[in-house]
């Protein structure tokens, strides 16, 4: 029989990971196995020098800081499934980061939304859930949610919401 202990949910906090976060939990119960909430975040590259400057450390602070309240305000809404949620916050490209946390981990299983992008944004962005489903050793889990901007939820708050605006400006 197959056994799991952990299931791994990367969030990119979109409703394509909160319905990949909703169908981890009914799994966990069936499996009795934990839950780990990961978030992972990319520092831009290129600073442009003729625009306001705003430092490598502040800007990570910002988006750190944003990740863990998103972070914490997801497993705050999941609190009464009686699921054990854990989170993990991890700088770098989000496929790669996956998979290392899964391994780290020992994962039995990642469940991944997906935002059905098309196009030339996919093109050019390129598919998460496609590398994670590529390269992953354990099985993937992916959910098809609508397509999305990074913190669509009205409810999240005014500094998870800059550190999103900051992400979108400065990678998407």
Do not use: C
Not at 74 to 87: D, E, L, P, W
């Amino acid at each position: 029989m197959w056994s799991i202990t952990k299931i791994l949910v990367p969030t990119d906090f979109s409703k394509a990971s909160d319905a990949a976060l909703d169908a981890a939990i009914a799994l966990a119960k069936k499996f009795d196995a934990a839950i780990v909430l990961l978030h992972a975040y990319q520092v831009p590259v290129y600073p442009y020098p003729t625009s306001q400057a705003v430092t490598a450390a502040d800007l990570v602070g910002h988006i750190e800081k944003g990740a863990r309240e998103a972070l914490q305000t997801a497993v705050a809404q999941h609190t009464g499934s009686g699921v054990s949620i854990t989170t993990v916050l991890h700088a770098g490209t989000a496929w790669e980061q996956i998979l290392r946390t899964a391994k780290e981990l020992d994962a039995g299983l990642i469940v991944i939304g997906s935002r059905g992008l098309r196009g030339l944004p996919r093109a050019l962005l390129g598919s998460t859930a496609e590398r994670v489903v590529r390269y992953a050793q354990v099985p993937v889990m992916t959910l098809h949610g609508p397509v999305g901007g990074i913190g669509d939820d009205p409810t999240m708050s005014e500094s998870a919401r800059a550190a999103n605006d900051l992400v979108d400006r400065w990678l998407i």
